[in-house]
């Protein structure tokens, strides 16, 4: 029988149909290629630097870049405001889609992830995060920074060297808004005392105690498939160090973490194979003080959506996050 699971992120139910034993190898490794003009070499390799706007951020090692940040040439959002909304007649509004939109280079090789990242360039990757949200926030039409890398052409990717994207938008996105809220409620529920009421220091704390939804535990990070997981081999990448702002971490803590998606996916990519996914990261809108701790949302594309998802936002899982975890654990 199917279960229903409530996300307290995000307030959402999901369903979790393992009915029928799905083994990795049934899911499909290869991935799409994407798509690239033979009459036009990648934008984001070494020498190809003029083909970008001007490095917003170099990141370098011995005279040569590791890390670029380059301002998106067709930004989804861009100008610095103010947001004005106009109402057109009795049901439209529009206004100027302000903000900021970056790219992330994540390497200078053209062939390889965040899962090949040595220790140094995660550092310097999650280095660049940082400096960028920080930098996002001094904008005062920015309300929120969303940091996302896409990897393969089925989570979205447009070019094959491994980047990733930062925009700064004026407004708080209703998924954020959902996390926030969820966040609120805990605290408002959960009985005073304790470790200060947080609802991911609470799902730290349980899922050690539990176990067998871990994936990975280092000291400073603990990455799980979490109990609530929409889709077969997600995982939920959380620091231990309680901080609101990714921002406002302590530079160990951002590094183990960039190390803990790299193991992540690793680890996915070893079960799998290459698939596409999505990094998500989530972190409190700027200058925001309310309940909140920074985390890494790893969804692998590795089934689509069908019409029930779409029209319901109910999404339907075929591994449990049980039997993901185990597996992704031995690997
Ligand atoms: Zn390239
Ligand atoms: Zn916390
Ligand atoms: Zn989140």
């Given at each position: 029988m199917s279960q229903l699971r409530f996300d307290p992120l995000t307030g959402r139910w999901v369903t979790v149909a393992a009915e029928r034993a799905t083994r990795p190898a049934d899911f499909d490794p290869r991935r799409l290629a994407v798509e690239t003009g033979p009459d036009r070499p990648c934008p984001f390799c070494p020498g190809h630097e003029?083909?970008?706007?001007?490095?917003?951020?170099?990141?370098?090692?011995?005279?040569?870049?590791?890390?670029?940040?380059?301002?998106?040439?067709?930004?989804?959002?861009?100008?610095?405001?103010?947001?004005?909304?106009?109402?057109?007649?009795?049901?439209?509004?529009?206004?100027?889609?302000?903000?900021?939109?970056?790219?992330?280079?994540?390497?200078?090789?053209h062939d390889i992830g965040w899962a090949d990242l040595g220790d140094k360039e995660v550092g310097?990757?999650?280095?660049a995060i940082r400096d960028?949200?920080?930098?996002?926030?001094?904008?005062?039409?920015?309300?929120?920074?969303?940091?996302?890398?896409?990897?393969?052409?089925?989570?979205?990717?447009?070019?094959?060297?491994?980047?990733?994207?930062?925009?700064?938008?004026?407004?708080?996105?209703?998924?954020?808004?959902?996390?926030?809220?969820?966040?609120?409620r805990f605290a408002a529920t959960a009985d005073a005392g304790d470790h200060g009421r947080c609802?991911?220091?609470?799902?730290?704390?349980?899922?050690?105690?539990?176990?067998?939804?871990?994936?990975?535990?280092?000291?400073?990070v603990l990455v799980v498939c979490p109990f609530?997981?929409?889709?077969?081999?997600?995982?939920?990448?959380?620091?231990?160090?309680?901080?609101?702002?990714?921002?406002?971490?302590?530079?160990?803590?951002?590094?183990?973490?960039?190390?803990?998606?790299?193991?992540?996916?690793?680890?996915?990519?070893?079960?799998?194979?290459?698939?596409?996914?999505n990094i998500v990261f989530h972190t409190a809108p700027h200058h925001d003080d309310g309940a909140f701790h920074w985390h890494v949302h790893l969804v692998p594309r590795i089934t689509s959506s069908a019409g029930f998802e779409q029209g319901t936002g109910v999404r339907i899982n075929i591994v449990a996050p049980e039997l993901a975890a185990e597996q992704l654990r031995v690997m």
């Open positions: 003029e083909d970008t706007l001007p490095a917003l951020e170099t990141y370098s090692h011995d005279g040569s870049w590791l890390v670029r940040v380059v301002p998106n040439l067709y930004p989804a959002f861009s100008g610095s405001g103010p947001l004005e909304v106009a109402h057109i007649g009795p049901v439209f509004e529009q206004a100027a889609g302000v903000g900021i939109h970056e790219v992330l280079v994540l390497a200078p090789d310097l990757v999650m280095a960028r949200v920080e930098d996002h926030s001094r904008h005062s039409v920015v309300r929120y920074t969303q940091t996302i890398v896409n990897h393969g052409r089925e989570a979205g990717a447009s070019l094959e060297h491994p980047h990733g994207q930062l925009l700064g938008i004026p407004f708080v996105p209703p998924e954020l808004e959902d996390e926030q809220q969820g966040f609120a609802l991911l220091c609470d799902v730290v704390a349980i899922e050690r105690e539990a176990k067998h939804r871990v994936v990975l535990d280092t000291d400073r609530w997981s929409g889709s077969p081999y997600e995982m939920l990448v959380m620091p231990v160090g309680h901080e609101r702002h990714l921002a406002e971490a302590a530079p160990a803590d951002l590094v183990a973490t960039g190390r803990a998606v790299r193991d992540g996916l690793a680890r996915l990519r070893a079960l799998v194979g290459d698939v596409s996914y």
